[in-house]
């Protein structure tokens, strides 16, 4: 492994359960991809003893007993699409034949050979020149994509074959991966989801993603009992069911239902996921315009957003009155200012409806603005071009969006979002805690926190924030877009920004993560001079602010925070706007 260019994971013993930390194989080995899965089974064997299954745990010691080549081969058709493999696709130096290396992977049961193929198997495996060989097709069928080909030929092969039955002249076999879902449930114990495949390890050895080394104790784990296991993967196949649905393909609304487990109550994690389940449900039967099953699902989804749908499905269903309380109910205890947001929209108009009550609007303080003249539009951007319109040497602007107050909080509280905190790191490629968009985030870290807030007292961020960019430099870190901040915009802004405002925002983007990470105004100006700032939201023709922007703009306001508003005219439709550097402002 190239030390320079990645740190290494080095191997080490938890006490508590004898896992060795993984260690990352050099992709200069030839069978580096054998030795990760290897390192995969023993974390998960040791880890795990206590949710594994017996087949589970067979598994694990059947395949260190196999000869290399199988284990290769078994391994290079696991980090493959698909269950399905031509036997001419598997041939790979380290491994040799496939046909000979596959056979005791075929005595465990664990690969068929010549499994049955439908039609559309067989279109999946085979070129369109091959389909067509096969099959004896004459030359118009040359014009079809493989698409409008397999439409016309499904209901003529109805049954299925053998590849060498379907395909005898290619001389090949196919081969099927039989223990695909018991090795995406060891998978999904080593990582703690299935979005993260094999390939992460290949990606840290190379340097393209580094991590910041996590001491793993032995309560990382994402689930202490298989049935917290079980109901995840439920839940995953739920969402793969609904996406189906959602494109356009099989399956109907009842069969995602029949498959949704129970919500646990014990488990805050899963829990959460499960309320978004039934709010994407409630989506989709809101878009399909079943608007009674919508209304169900979100009534039992404590999803942030589930609520505010609930009362718009019931207002589309002209039950104003019922709307109208609900509203009324959640203004009493929002669940956050996203939800305020929305019921400050709602309330007038279901009032009107509902034949009660004023229906005046509340009233919204403006944000400062500037309007700015620019010629254009540019494929440089509106926001681009606003930042050189509105630079000049003394004050210089920079187009950083969400990027700057966001690194500069996770530069300060680096250690603190690296904490071994119980549930939070699982194994060695985690861009961040795993809870970092959960409720109680914040407040199991508030002493560390609250030190890190100290240093803003004391003058010490600085040193700090220029350190871990100097040290941590391309680690991942789920605050920090490495190329979009370097040294020198991160001193002007240490220099500029007062340590007060920087608390004032660091302390709203944690009390919500998911939504305050970003909504933060397009550009930055500093007057060099004055040693300030001032954060510039850029709006074309046409653009207005969103909604997380507005209430970053709520924030700011009522903080006297220095935020505004440019509006860009594209020259020659509007009048010349006039002021300082080019702009009017108001």
Request: proline letters at 6%; aromatic letters at 10%; glycine letters at 6%.
């Amino acid at each position: 492994m190239n030390q320079a260019s990645n740190r290494v994971i080095e191997a080490t013993t938890s006490p508590a359960t004898g896992a060795a930390t993984p260690g990352i194989a050099s992709t200069d080995s030839p069978l580096y991809y054998l030795e990760n899965f290897q390192t995969v089974l023993d974390w998960v064997g040791a880890r795990y003893q206590d949710l594994l299954t017996p087949e589970e745990t067979g598994f694990i010691t059947r395949f260190r007993q196999l000869p290399g080549s199988a284990r290769a081969l078994l391994v290079r058709m696991t980090m493959r699409k698909g269950d399905k493999f031509r036997s001419g696709k598997l041939r790979y130096r380290e491994i040799g034949d496939p046909m000979m290396a596959v056979r005791p992977l075929a005595d465990l049961g664990w690969v068929d050979i010549e499994p049955d193929l439908a039609i559309g198997d067989f279109f999946a495996l085979a070129t369109r020149a091959e389909i067509l060989d096969a099959l004896g097709r004459d030359i118009a069928s040359h014009r079809m994509s493989k698409a409008a080909l397999l439409d016309e030929l499904v209901s003529q092969y109805p049954e299925t074959r053998t590849w060498r039955n379907w395909y005898p002249a290619s001389g090949e076999s196919v081969l099927q991966l039989v223990p695909m879902a018991l090795i995406d449930r060891l998978r999904l114990l080593f990582f703690g989801n299935l979005h993260q495949d094999w390939s992460e390890f290949i990606l840290s050895d190379l340097g393209l993603f580094r991590y910041e080394t996590v001491h793993l104790g032995p309560d990382s784990r994402p689930f202490s009992h298989r049935r917290h296991l079980d109901l995840y993967l439920a839940m995953h196949q739920c969402r793969e069911h609904l996406h189906n649905l959602e494109s356009n393909r099989e399956g109907t609304v009842d069969t995602v239902e029949a498959m949704l487990p129970t919500r646990p109550d014990d488990n805050d994690w899963l829990a959460g996921r499960h309320d978004r389940l039934l709010f994407k449900l409630g989506r989709h039967c809101e878009r399909q315009g079943d608007l009674e099953r919508a209304q169900a699902y979100y009534r039992q989804s404590l999803y942030p957003e589930a609520r505010a749908r609930h009362i718009r499905v019931l207002e589309l269903r002209h039950r104003w009155r019922e709307a109208l309380a609900l509203a009324e109910t959640a203004r009493k205890a929002p669940v956050d200012e996203a939800e305020i947001q929305r019921l400050e929209r709602m309330l007038p108009r279901l009032r009107r409806k509902a034949g009660t009550g004023p229906t005046v609007k509340a009233s919204r303080s403006r944000p400062p603005s500037l309007h700015l003249e620019l010629p254009g539009p540019s494929d440089a951007g509106v926001e681009r071009l606003a930042a050189q319109a509105l630079t000049s040497a003394s004050a210089p602007v920079y187009y950083v969006e969400n990027t700057l107050i966001n690194a500069l909080l996770g530069l300060l509280c680096w250690n603190t979002l690296f904490a071994p905190v119980a549930g939070a790191f699982f194994h060695p490629f985690q861009r961040g805690p795993a809870d970092l968009h959960g409720e109680s985030f914040t407040e199991r870290r508030r002493q560390r926190f609250e030190s890190d807030w100290r240093t803003l007292e004391t003058g010490r961020y600085r040193d700090i924030i220029l350190a871990n960019y100097r040290r941590k430099r391309d680690i991942q870190n789920p605050f920090v877009a490495w190329p979009a901040v370097d040294e020198a915009l991160l001193q002007l802004a240490l220099d500029c920004i007062p340590a007060a405002h920087l608390r004032l925002y660091f302390e709203r983007i944690l009390f919500d993560i998911k939504r305050n990470r970003s909504g933060l105004p397009d550009l930055i100006r500093f007057h060099l001079p004055e040693r300030r700032y001032e954060l510039i939201e850029v709006k074309g023709p046409g653009d207005r602010l969103q909604d997380n922007q507005l209430r970053w703009f709520d924030y700011c306001l009522a903080r006297q925070l220095p935020a505004s508003v440019c509006h860009v005219r594209w020259t020659g439709t509007t009048a010349r706007g006039i002021g300082g550097e080019g702009c009017r402002q108001s």
